[in-house]
């Protein structure tokens, strides 16, 4: 794998930690089993082009990301380019907004 700037200060990791780890590495070991599943199985499921996934950062923290997925090839290799946003702040928000409208909703 390799990573832009932004990517490996989302994550933690160095510009030299990043090209020796493969999907498994940034995934919650949660997941492990199933993505090994789909691996063995050359399931590539068509929805997720676009979707949002939990990841561990290199510490251990957890972030809600939205992942974009473009399949690509190059020199006749598949390939694919991946963007990660991270919805963590945005989520708070959004919790924390609904929350309020509740208590807003309950008073009237």
Do not use: C, H, W
Request: aromatic fraction near 4%; charge should be neutral; avoid cysteine.
């Amino acid at each position: 794998m390799d990573a832009n700037e932004a990517t490996l200060l989302l994550y933690g990791y160095t510009r030299k930690e990043f090209p020796t780890m493969n999907l498994k590495d940034i995934r919650p070991e949660s997941e492990l089993e199933n993505i090994q599943k789909a691996l063995d199985e050359g399931n590539v499921d068509p929805e997720a082009i676009t979707q949002q996934q939990v990841v561990p950062k290199k510490d251990g923290e957890l972030m809600d990301v939205l992942v974009r997925r473009a399949l690509s090839r190059f020199k006749g290799v598949k390939n694919n380019i991946v963007k990660a946003t991270d919805m963590t702040k945005k989520l708070i928000y959004v919790k924390a907004i609904d929350q309020q409208n509740e208590k807003l909703q309950k008073m009237s």
